[in-house]
């Protein structure tokens, strides 16, 4: 299984970019999805999730602001970043919970990151 995220980029604050991350590979069923984030000299950072049925949730940092959704005929997850903010900057990660066979156990799966830098 890989993931591939892709719409890291530039922005400025108050800015918008969104991300998507696509899941390929041998796949029987994908649970959550989820976003992760890494600033410079932190820790990797919870951001937001969605389960198969759709609930989401989010740090507290970033709800209101950014909003995760996916499409499972496509395996993608997307995170919609409106209202962009200097301390949004970071490594963000996708985050995949999925089976590949029913007789496995479900496994988390992270993309490769893709680098978000929010300009003053």
């Known amino acids: 299984v890989q993931l591939q995220a892709f719409g890291g980029g530039l922005a400025q604050a108050g800015g918008f970019l969104r991300l998507s991350c696509a899941a390929s590979g041998t796949i029987w069923r994908i649970n959550d999805m989820g976003w992760y984030r890494q600033a410079p000299g932190k820790q990797r950072e919870w951001v937001a999730n969605i389960g198969s049925s759709g609930s989401d949730n989010y740090a507290d940092s970033v709800k209101g602001r950014f909003t995760i959704s996916r499409d499972n005929a496509k395996n993608t997850v997307y995170l919609q970043m409106n209202s962009l903010k200097v301390e949004d900057t970071a490594v963000y990660y996708c985050?995949?919970?999925?089976?590949?066979?029913?007789?496995?156990?479900?496994?988390?799966?992270w993309g490769q990151g893709t680098n978000v830098t929010v300009s003053s």
């Open positions: 985050n995949v919970d999925l089976q590949s066979r029913p007789e496995f156990v479900s496994r988390s799966n």
